[in-house]
Every structure is written in structure tokens, then in C-alpha cells.
């Protein structure tokens, strides 16, 4: 099989198992926990208000994607196939090629910097790039034969991770709170849930006690109540639907 196949069909393959990445990383960052200089994991208020806003940014970068993009667009994608109805140019498109994934490389490096430890971090950084690079190639490879020039001259002026051009061109529809809270939710409330776990696994190795640091406990009841009220509004009523999105 020629690489440019086998490379899409592992990129296919790692998209629809892309769930699987946070499970493993939570574990893997346990074990590390584990193994690692406990001593250095101590609860420390400014360093984790740190990592979660490294955390916030990524979620930041997600909600200026989502909230301005079309429907049938930007991780709209299913287990089943690609899906793309247009092609997004504008925006924070017009920076980068594939800003969920940068949000979302900024969201998980957040419980990474919590191990305090570089060579997990890098460790990270590589896995990161190499599970999402093939990610990343499948959906090119179907946006290319979907929109044929108008993506190619697109991606020729826009880097596809890092970016390196800031003509910023303004997206052709308004910004949607509501199809930011009805699509980015979870991920929202994932980010404590994360943190509250490392928090839960970091106290128990340091004392041998189950407990949770005070600051967790009360960011992820205030995230568990924001996670409610709007599941049971995206759930049992319209009002976060939108035309066209």
C-alpha cells in the first residue's frame, strides 16, 4: 500500500478512536504520578491556577472556532465519515488550519503540566503530534478531493497547527453563544473533571488519604452545575438551536 493511503487510512482509523486518547493520557499521567518525585506534585494554588488557564486557552480557541462556523463544519465529522458541506476560510480558518486540534493540544497540556515533569511534557507534545498528524492528513486528503483548488490554494497560504501568518479575515456569520454552549459543554466540564482527578490520585499518593484539595472541590461542583443546567436545556428544549448551525 502506498503511504499516502496507508497514512489516510490510519488517519481514518484514529479518528473514529479519537476518544481514546484522553482515557489513555489520564491513565498514563496516574502511573506517572506513581513512578515521578511525588514531592514535586504538591499542592501548589498559583501553579494550578496556571495550568488551568493553559487548559482555558485551548477551550478558548474551540469557542472562537465553534462559535462562528456553519453547520456540517468544524468537528461536526462522525464516526462514520468526514463531513463538510463548505469549506471554512474565515475566522481563526484564516490562521490556522485546524483549530480544534490546536485547542484541543492546549486543553490536555494543562493535566500535563500538572505532573510537573519536561520529559512527560515532551513525551506528550510528541505523542500528541504524531497521533493527530494522520488525523489531520485523512481529513486533508478529503477536503482536497472535495474542493479541489480552492483548498489547495487555501492551505498554501495557511499553516495547517502553528500559525505563521495573521491575516485575519473576518468570518462571514456572527458569533453564537448558543452553539457554543450546545457543542462545547462538555469539554468544558471535562477540563475539572480532569484536574479533580489528578488532584484525587496526587493526595493519595503523597498521604496514603482519599481527599480532594478544597480549590478542586469547589471549581468542579460550580462546573457540575454550569454541565447541568445546560444539558438539561440542550436536552429537553430548542432554545440553544440555531439556523444553520
Same mark, same amino acid.
Request: proline fraction near 3%; hydrophobic fraction near 50%; charged fraction near 20%.
Given at each position: ?81 468526514? /463531513?463538510?458541506?463548505? #469549506? ?6 484564516? %490562521?490556522? +488550519? ?5 485547542? @484541543?493540544? =492546549? ?61 485575519? /479575515?473576518?468570518?462571514? #456569520? ?6 457554543? %454552549?450546545? +457543542? ?5 466540564? @471535562?477540563? =475539572? ?53
Amino acid at each position: 500500500m502506498a503511504l499516502v493511503h496507508e497514512f489516510e487510512n490510519s488517519g481514518n482509523w484514529l479518528f473514529k478512536r479519537r476518544s481514546w486518547l484522553p482515557a489513555l493520557m489520564i491513565i498514563a499521567g496516574i502511573i506517572m504520578m506513581y513512578l515521578g518525585n511525588r514531592q514535586a506534585l504538591i499542592f501548589d494554588m498559583r501553579d494550578e491556577f496556571i495550568f488551568l488557564g493553559v487548559s482555558f486557552f485551548g477551550q478558548v480557541i474551540r469557542i472562537l472556532t465553534v462559535g462562528f462556523t456553519p453547520k456540517n463544519t468544524s468537528g461536526r465529522n462522525t464516526i462514520n465519515g468526514q /463531513i463538510a458541506d463548505e #469549506l471554512n476560510v474565515t475566522g481563526i480558518y484564516s %490562521l490556522v +488550519r485546524h483549530p480544534l486540534y490546536l485547542g @484541543n493540544f =492546549f486543553m490536555w497540556l494543562g493535566p500535563v503540566l500538572f505532573l510537573r515533569s519536561i520529559g512527560v511534557t515532551i513525551v506528550f507534545g510528541l505523542i500528541y503530534w504524531l497521533y493527530y498528524e494522520r488525523i489531520m492528513f485523512a481529513e486533508e486528503q478529503f477536503l482536497r478531493r472535495k474542493f479541489g483548488d480552492i483548498y489547495d490554494k487555501w492551505s498554501e497560504k495557511v499553516s495547517s497547527f502553528i500559525p505563521f501568518s495573521f491575516k485575519y /479575515i473576518s468570518p462571514g #456569520l456572527p458569533f453564537s453563544v448558543k452553539n457554543v %454552549l450546545k +457543542r462545547e459543554y462538555n469539554s468544558f466540564v @471535562n477540563i =475539572f473533571v480532569i484536574f479533580t482527578l489528578l488532584d484525587l490520585f496526587r493526595n493519595y499518593f503523597l498521604s496514603e488519604r482519599i481527599y480532594l484539595t478544597a480549590m478542586w472541590i469547589y471549581m468542579l461542583v460550580a462546573a457540575g452545575a454550569i454541565w447541568l443546567v445546560v444539558r438539561i436545556i440542550e436536552k429537553r428544549t430548542h432554545w440553544l438551536d440555531v439556523k444553520g448551525r
